[in-house]
């Protein structure tokens, strides 16, 4: 299983615009929509993935817990279909609704929004806060497949706590690891290794 990090987007960052269409509805979700909570995760996601197996059950259990508080979650998929058929759109609905995802699930088929968030992994997760500046990018916590580590979610929660506290994250922030986003030959980002 190959181990791919976050890049670390340069906290600041401003929230990257896009523009998708939510798998499960058929209807476009935008940055602007999302962004009228007190803080908004995006996360690169896939239906393949080990990476995100693992986290997938206490992920979906967070987003839930936090939408009544002001995070506002959306899930992106990135992948090249040709290649990776399950992370096609009809696979990512199914899921979806298999799961009982309550958040958006959007197909990124240019890989576009992928490429300006910079990411590189799945699950690779991006926190902004109110003002719509990257506070946060890195783990869910420290679990990872094949670890005797269990999956709490500490170091994402650990974040969002202090974004709804009205409180900057701490800056030391830890990689996320997991399967590199598949990208369409030819249109590898250039900081992608």
Not at 123 to 134: A, C, K, N, T, W
Request: glycine share 8%; with cysteine.
């Amino acid at each position: 299983m190959a181990r791919t990090p976050s890049t670390m987007l340069a906290l600041g960052t401003p929230a990257p615009s896009f523009a998708l269409p939510d798998v499960v509805t058929g209807r476009t979700v935008t940055l602007e929509e999302m962004s009228d909570g007190d803080a908004l995760l995006v996360v690169f996601w896939c239906n393949h993935c080990p990476f995100v197996h693992h986290i997938e059950d206490a992920f979906v259990d967070f987003a839930r817990e936090f939408a009544g508080r002001g995070l506002k979650t959306v899930a992106i998929s990135a992948n090249d279909v040709e290649k990776y058929p399950q992370d096609g759109p009809g696979e990512m609905r199914a899921r979806a609704n298999q799961r009982s995802y309550p958040f958006p699930y959007l197909y990124d088929e240019g890989q576009e929004v992928a490429k300006e968030y910079e990411a590189a992994c799945t699950p690779d997760l991006f926190l902004f806060g109110s003002e719509g500046r990257l506070v946060y990018r890195g783990q869910f916590d420290a679990s990872r497949p094949g670890l005797d580590v269990p999956v709490t979610g500490q170091d994402l929660r650990n974040a969002v706590e202090a974004v709804l506290a009205g409180a900057a994250p701490s800056e030391q922030q830890t990689p996320s690891v997991g399967c590199n986003i598949k990208w369409r030959p030819g249109n590898e980002p250039a900081y992608f290794g």
